[in-house]
């Protein structure tokens, strides 16, 4: 049976105009642009025998394709009380994504063919319960159980099932291992996503963050709790929490700029595309820029919490995050990079954790559920982008990376959508996440942009 969604506003890369879509089988049957204010209006133009469609009044909102995240944790298998398939892929229904890559960063790891396809299969089974089509890539790690040695689980792989392999969590020590892995990758298609950070550089961060935790936890200052009352503390003990969190930011930020230039390297020499996780530093961006004009097949994401958010004094000096927030000359660069085109996509990097773990300095916080409203208030209400030019970078450019038929409103596409209101104002209040994952630097930000829900025709 049909579906048609009238009374929208259609938005994507090349379309921002007021219409309805015809929906069959799944996929885009056809378009109508103009005014189809009214289910009378769109019976009389959409199909013949409309009196057995569904019709969906989108109430005027806007109309996406829905978003794709090319970098996400669901903390399944093995960490199910910081989340689970069932709350992720509700998270990601309530915040208008479609298609989710997932990291492998689990217990057990992900490093195989068959844990990775038995998490695809129970996401298919749970979609199916729900009504639901969300579409799930879980990737393998790099080397075996992380160790830094086996490729060997990459022989096992399609580029159609996995059309991502990633190490996420830290990096491929060795250089010689990575070349391995990416030759493997390389000559079957697939994409090697990295999250650039020099192995030892990040070893010598560690005491820094952790003399941090240490002073923190002694004086009563939760790590990574955003929605609590601060306790008064003496100033030089703030000034030496704040003295090593810097310490350890700088070291970070050379460890991601001198392993993003090595991986590019190491991508170039082996004939293979290699995507740049939540990159951070204008350095590591200016590489990604170089190498893409040297001809380097490469892309690379960037995060909503590095594009909103800076990390150089109170209070988000200790929002624990990998990497890092940075500077505002970085964040600037950033922006810049999107509205340049060096940079490809959004990445939520979704990384929940219970706030037990957040006080205990976990890094990483959620982020399904604000992406579309930061970078909405950020790049279009901030900076002038298009909102067009945010699907383009939230769907349609993730879509061609992962070479699956969606991200665009087009005939023959998936009909999957984000039903968005880019004009509305609200709070954020983690409590209302269906996320496990509560802990958020935004909690009682204003942000422009609510996301009504995911739409599968």
Not at 340 to 348: H, L, N, R
């Amino acid at each position: 049976m049909k579906t048609i969604i009238y009374n929208a506003r259609l938005v994507d890369a090349k379309i921002d105009s007021q219409g309805m879509v015809v929906c069959d089988g799944g996929k885009i049957e056809s378009i109508f642009l103009g005014d189809f204010s009214t289910e009378a209006k769109a019976k009389k133009f959409a199909v013949e025998n409309s009196s057995t469609a569904t019709f969906i009044d989108a109430g005027g909102l806007a109309l996406l394709p829905a978003f794709i995240d090319m970098h996400a944790h669901f903390r399944y298998p093995g960490q199910t009380q910081k989340e689970d398939l069932d709350s992720g892929l509700a998270a990601a229904r309530n915040a208008g994504f479609g298609t989710l890559v997932l990291m492998p960063n689990t217990n057990p790891v992900v490093s195989n063919r068959e844990i990775a396809l038995s998490v695809m299969e129970e996401a298919r089974k749970i979609n199916e319960k729900n009504g639901a089509r969300t579409r799930i890539f879980q990737t393998v790690s790099i080397t075996k159980d992380f160790g830094g040695i086996d490729t060997s689980a990459i022989d096992e792989l399609d580029s159609k099932a996995f059309p991502v392999i990633s190490e996420d969590g830290h990096d491929v020590g060795s250089a010689s291992v990575m070349l391995e892995g990416m030759e493997k990758a390389g000559r079957k298609g697939i994409i090697v996503a990295c999250h650039c950070e020099d192995v030892e550089l990040a070893k010598s961060a560690r005491p820094f963050r952790q003399a941090a935790l240490k002073l923190m936890k002694e004086n009563g200052i939760p790590a990574g709790i955003f929605n609590v009352e601060l306790p008064n503390v003496p100033e030089s003990v703030n000034a030496e929490i704040d003295r090593n969190l810097t310490r350890a930011n700088e070291i970070l930020a050379l460890a991601e700029d001198a392993a993003t230039e090595r991986n590019l390297e190491i991508a170039a020499l082996a004939k293979c595309h290699v995507h740049i996780c939540h990159c951070s530093t204008k350095i590591s961006m200016d590489a990604v820029r170089n190498a893409k004009a040297r001809g380097i097949d490469c892309s690379v994401e960037v995060t909503p919490h590095h594009l909103g958010l800076t990390g150089t004094a109170l209070p988000n000096i200790r929002a624990l995050v990998n990497p890092p927030l940075r500077s505002e000359s970085d964040r600037r660069a950033l922006i810049e990079a999107l509205r340049d085109g060096t940079a490809d996509c959004i990445g939520t990097d979704h990384a929940p954790h219970t706030m037990e773990d957040k006080a205990a300095g976990s890094p990483g916080f959620t982020g399904l559920e604000t992406a579309f409203a930061v970078v909405n208030t950020v790049l279009c209400k901030e900076e002038g982008f298009s909102l067009s030019r945010l699907s383009e970078l939230m769907s349609a450019n993730p879509a061609k990376l992962l070479k699956i038929d969606t991200g665009r409103l087009e005939v023959g596409k998936m009909a999957e959508f984000a039903l968005v209101d880019p004009d509305e104002e609200w709070t954020v209040s983690a409590a209302d996440f269906k996320s496990k994952g509560k802990s958020t630097p935004l909690e009682g930000k204003k942000l422009v942009g609510k996301v009504h829900g995911t739409i599968f025709a």
